[in-house]
């Protein structure tokens, strides 16, 4: 079945420690996105990719970095220099167009001890 | 800027009771409109969209009209169930942005009880 994948589903890390959450597709989507969502909120943008090796800061990039070297893939590597990283991170992808429907992955949840 | 804006949660019924949530946008040209449902501890799933003026969504018995005059988007069920108790997450997608990141409103819990 077609969709997205993101793992692992739990993340605990040190304080001090660069973790990386995999979000790999399927679906042949040219965008991908990832997003935080902190409890009782809302959703924030991190980092987006439109195309194969190119990738733009969202609203929140400081602290994070990416990769796109494959369509299927887009890690999120979360550094030390994220203050507050205990959150829940969201994959998505798209096709092109305004229309179309953004997909999302399971989420993973990322805690610091 | 383009912003969403939704009712605050949470919001509580009882089964079979009419629920609405509003959500209104600002945007420049004629944004996508977009519903989202999170259950506990899981992504989000689309609940239903409509891409213009007038456009009425629906999936699951819930239905959202997409009225440009109102900038609104609100989300109505019938009767709902137990089973909706979960998060809704109004958004937008630019149609200026062809490759589209979403705008999110905060999200309103809906708490469904027996």
């Known amino acids: 079945d077609g969709g997205i994948t993101q793992s692992p589903k739990y993340l605990f890390r040190k304080e001090g420690q660069n973790v990386t959450l995999s979000c790999e597709q399927n679906l042949n989507h040219d965008a991908m996105y990832w997003y935080r969502q902190d409890p009782g909120q809302g959703l924030r943008l991190i980092y987006y990719?439109?195309?194969?090796?190119?990738?733009q800061k969202g609203d929140i990039a400081e602290g994070y970095s990416v990769s796109r070297e494959k369509k299927e893939s887009f890690p999120l590597t979360v550094t030390s220099a994220q203050k507050n990283p205990t959150a829940f991170y969201l994959c998505a992808s798209t096709p092109p167009r305004s229309g179309n429907t953004i997909y999302f992955g399971e989420g993973s949840w990322l805690t610091v001890v | 800027g383009d912003s969403v804006t939704q009712m605050e949660g949470p919001v509580t019924l009882s089964e079979e009771a009419f629920l609405t949530i509003n959500c209104t946008y600002t945007?420049?040209?004629?944004?996508?409109l977009f519903w989202y449902v999170q259950y506990p501890g899981e992504g989000l799933q689309l609940l239903l969209k409509?891409?213009?003026?007038?456009d009425k969504g629906s999936n699951k018995g819930f239905e959202a009209t997409y009225r440009k005059e109102t900038t609104s988007f609100h989300l109505e069920k019938g009767s709902v169930q137990v089973s909706d108790s979960a998060v809704y997450f109004c958004a937008l997608r630019l149609s200026t942005d062809s490759w589209g990141k979403l705008q999110f409103g905060a999200g309103t819990q809906v708490v469904v009880t027996p």
């Open positions: 409509a891409t213009k003026a007038d």
């Open positions: 945007a420049t040209g004629y944004p996508s």
């Open positions: 990719s439109q195309i194969v090796n190119d990738f």
